[in-house]
Each structure stands twice: as structure tokens, then as C-alpha cells.
């Protein structure tokens, strides 16, 4: 079947430190990834996406890449604000369906 | 223009009533989607329509879940004798598939809470 499984968090951080965190995947087929964010009080927005192996997506100084030999789809960013506290999903999309799987979520706290 | 809203933003309601969630899509959207979130959790799957059509219902845990989109726009979310297993939010999601477009728009959800 089809699974994400993300770090378990929270991770804290520093504002101005480094950022990954990891998320690996189980498909069948070529699915698409996600990385979707949760801000507090709000609902999930799309961060970035990637549709093939070796793509790089990236959005708002964050980026990831779909790694289909490690089947992993990490997020990084080199120096995270105290506004990107937030919760973290990553996601697959399997080839002809349009159904998201979600792992768990990852929840990051920078403080300042 | 306006992102996909539901309604209510909060359900408080008792064991074994049953509730009608709403979801109105990104104007123009095709594709609507419905998801449940426990908490601590991802959100989980449970229904897709493609226009009036469920394409695919196969997140729905059992007959107490049924969805419904008349006219291919607004979609409800019907719960029967709910449990309260049932807790949780519940998400709704729009795109349109085969564009540029064809990423899913969430709503802030409905949050269930079953006594």
C-alpha cells in the first residue's frame, strides 16, 4: 500500500538555524509528493510539490527533493523565522488517483 | 477570489444524532475532495467527487458516511448515529484537475465533537 512516514516531532530550533526534516515514502507506481504547512488557526497550504524523480520543489526559501532511490522527499530550509512555526505534512499522490496520503505531521518550533 | 469555506466551524452533538457537514469548492473547481484529521494525526481520505459523481469513496469507514454533491458545487458530508470515535476535523478540499491548477485548496474544517 501507499505510506509516508515523517520525524516524529517537535523539532525546536533557533530562529537563523537549519532546517530538514524527513519524510520517506512507500508507492506503488511513480506517485507525486507534497509538503504541505499548517500555520496555527489555519487551515493546510501547499508548500511545495515535485511530480518526478530527481525534481527539486521549493517555496518561500524551503525546498525538497523527490529522491526515488532513497524513496525519501525531505524538506529543508537554510534559516527558518519564527513565523514558520507550524506544523509540517509531507504527502504522496499515486499515479491516477487524486487521493492524498498524509504521514503524521512534523511540528517545528523556532523560537527567537 | 474566495477559497473554500465550511460550515459549521464548530459541531458539538451527542451520540447517535446525525449531522450534516458543508463544504463550498473554489468557484469553478471540478474536484472536491473530504478528509477527517484525528488529533496528533494526518489528515485520512475519505471521498473524492469528480463533478456530481463520487470517483472514488473508498476513505468512507462504514454506512454511517455518506456524501453528497447535487450539482457538482457544494458538497455535504452526512454522519447517522454518530459514535464518538467520530471526533475529529473534518476537512474539505477543491481542484481542478488536468490544469495548472491541479493542486488541492483546503478549508479550514469543521470540527466534530461527539459526546
Known amino acids: 500500500g501507499n505510506s509516508v512516514t515523517q520525524m516524529e516531532g517537535p523539532v525546536t530550533l533557533s530562529e537563523e538555524a537549519f532546517l530538514t526534516i524527513n519524510c520517506t515514502y512507500t508507492?506503488?507506481?511513480?506517485?507525486?509528493l507534497f509538503w504541505y504547512v499548517q500555520y496555527p488557526g489555519e487551515g493546510l497550504q501547499l508548500l511545495l510539490k515535485a511530480t518526478k524523480a530527481d525534481d527539486k520543489g521549493s517555496n518561500k526559501g524551503f525546498e525538497a527533493t523527490y529522491r526515488k532511490e532513497t524513496t525519501s522527499f525531505h524538506l529543508e530550509k537554510g534559516s527558518v523565522q519564527v513565523s514558520d512555526s507550524a506544523v509540517y505534512f509531507c504527502a504522496l499522490m499515486n499515479t491516477g488517483f487524486q487521493k492524498l496520503v498524509f504521514g503524521t505531521g512534523t511540528r517545528l518550533l523556532v523560537s527567537p | 477570489g474566495a477559497g473554500v469555506s465550511q460550515t459549521p466551524s464548530n459541531k458539538v452533538t451527542e451520540k447517535g444524532k446525525y449531522v450534516e457537514l458543508r463544504c463550498d469548492p473554489i468557484s469553478g473547481h471540478t474536484a472536491l475532495y473530504w478528509y477527517r484529521q484525528s488529533l496528533g494525526q494526518g489528515p485520512e481520505f475519505l471521498i473524492y467527487f469528480q463533478g456530481t459523481g463520487a470517483a472514488d469513496d473508498s476513505g468512507l469507514p462504514n454506512d454511517r458516511f455518506f456524501a453528497v454533491r447535487p450539482e457538482g458545487s457544494v458538497s455535504t458530508l452526512k454522519i447517522q448515529r454518530t459514535e464518538r470515535g467520530d471526533s475529529a476535523v473534518y476537512l474539505c478540499a477543491s481542484s481542478l484537475p488536468g490544469t495548472v491548477e491541479d493542486t488541492q485548496y483546503f478549508g479550514p474544517g469543521t470540527r466534530l465533537t461527539v459526546l
Open positions: 508507492a506503488t507506481g511513480y506517485p507525486s
